[in-house]
């Protein structure tokens, strides 16, 4: 099932990536599409603040990933943060290059911008969100479970 949610700023959209950061732990792959400027960033922003991510979390554009250090809402247990934006890979090919599959792993929580390209590559058991709108336009929020257990955390999230 489709869960949509509605975004007047940059500030709720953050807020919104911040009610995701509750719901998350090690293993969890989030996909996140969206036009330029829609606000995936904003958002994954949001999920860095409530892993308690120290420094400002920047767009890693030029660079592929980022990665920091987080704690998962609930047990306190550390986990790795892993932002990725893919925009600026070219074939397929790369991503086994650059090693996005080295992120999907037990002590990562692992936010892809662009996840496009790596379509074939991502795990099955991930959350899907899209983000539609641009500009100073409203924002849609779209959150699409790929499984289960996303289902009923979507469930009590929303
Ligand atoms: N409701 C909203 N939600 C998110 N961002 C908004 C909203 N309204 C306006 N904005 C503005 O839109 C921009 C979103 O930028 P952001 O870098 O998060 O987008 P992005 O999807 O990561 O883009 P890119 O594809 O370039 O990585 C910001 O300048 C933000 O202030
Ligand atoms: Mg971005």
Redesign the pocket.
């Known amino acids: 099932m489709d869960y949509r949610v509605e975004?007047?700023?940059?500030e709720?959209?953050r807020a919104w990536g911040k009610e995701l950061g509750r719901h998350l732990r090690g293993g969890d792959v989030v996909a996140l599409s969206?036009d330029?400027?829609?606000?995936?960033?904003?958002f994954a922003q949001g999920v860095g603040e409530m892993l308690g991510v120290t420094g400002p979390m920047t767009?890693p554009?030029f660079t592929f990933l980022h990665e920091y250090i987080g704690q998962v809402q609930g047990t306190g247990t550390k986990v790795r943060l892993i932002h990725m934006?893919l925009?600026r890979l070219q074939h397929p090919e790369e991503v086994e290059v650059i090693g996005v599959e080295d992120a999907f792993v037990e002590d990562a929580i692992c936010l892809i911008?662009?996840p496009e390209i790596a379509k074939d590559y991502l795990p099955e058991d991930r959350l899907d969100i899209e983000?539609l709108g641009s500009g100073?336009m409203?924002?849609e929020i779209i959150l699409r479970a790929q499984d289960n257990d996303w289902e009923q955390r979507l469930k009590d999230m929303i």
């Open positions: 975004s007047l700023s940059a709720q959209t969206g330029l400027g829609a606000g995936k960033t904003a767009s554009t934006d925009y911008e662009w983000i100073e409203p924002r």
